[in-house]
Structures are given as structure tokens and as C-alpha cells.
Nanobody, 122 residues
Framework: QVQLVESGGGLVQAGGSLRLSCVAS????????IGWFRQAPGMEREFVAYIYNGGSATRYADSVKGRFTISRDNARNTVLLQMNSLKSEDTAVYYC???????????????WGQGTQVTVSS
């Protein structure tokens, strides 16, 4: 069974950068899209970005557009999320997930990683 494993989170100052990785362990990514979501304490899980599993089409949440970039490294079976110009409001646990539709709704994603904490200090 394929598992998704995130890494790359940490503590960074506002304005800084982090790069998150999501590896499909035990196989390859399934589904139509590979997405990143985030969840802050007391908040619902929210969409960040997705990339088409069969190509390079992407979509971003308005809150991260122009600052975050999602990409694939097929040789390493990895999806990356480059996060620049980080803000305190980006603080959350970030999850990658495999989705069955082109969707920004978490309910349309059926395989999830365990999450990685991103903390942005102001």
C-alpha cells in the first residue's frame, strides 16, 4: 500500500522560505491530482495547491498564489512545495494527499500523509 510521507517543515522567520517534500513510499502516486493542504489549530483543513498527476497543470489557493510553487520530481517520486515570503498566517501542519478529482475539497482526497509542522515567527 502506498504511503505518503511529508518532510521539510520547521521554524522560520517571516519573509523566509521552506521547501516541503512528499514522497510516495511503496509505490507511485495514485489519483488524478497530488495536493497540499494545511490545518492551523482550531481551524478547518484548507487547500493550498495541487498538481496534475499526469502532467504539470497546477492550481493554488489565492492566499499563497505568487509565493508558493508546487512541482514534481518524477525521478524521485516526489512532489515539492516551495514556500517563499512566508507569513505568520502560514503557520500550520501541512499535509500532502492524493485526490480522485481535480478538487480543492479535502473530502475528494483519499490518501493522506501524516503532516509536517511549519511555524513562521513574526
Amino acid at each position: 500500500q502506498v504511503q505518503l510521507v511529508e518532510s521539510g517543515g520547521g521554524l522560520v522567520q517571516a519573509g523566509g522560505s521552506l521547501r516541503l517534500s512528499c514522497v510516495a513510499s511503496g509505490g507511485t502516486f495514485s489519483g488524478v491530482v497530488i495536493g497540499w493542504f494545511r490545518q492551523a489549530p482550531g481551524m478547518e483543513r484548507e487547500f493550498v495547491a495541487y498538481i496534475y498527476n499526469g502532467g504539470s497543470a497546477t492550481r493554488y489557493a489565492d492566499s499563497v498564489k505568487g509565493r508558493f510553487t508546487i512541482s514534481r520530481d518524477n525521478a524521485r517520486n516526489t512532489v515539492l512545495l516551495q514556500m517563499n515570503s512566508l507569513k505568520s498566517e502560514d503557520t500550520a501542519v501541512y499535509y500532502c494527499a492524493s485526490g480522485i478529482f481535480y478538487s480543492t475539497r479535502a473530502s475528494n482526497y483519499n490518501t493522506w500523509g501524516q503532516g509536517t509542522q511549519v511555524t513562521v515567527s513574526s
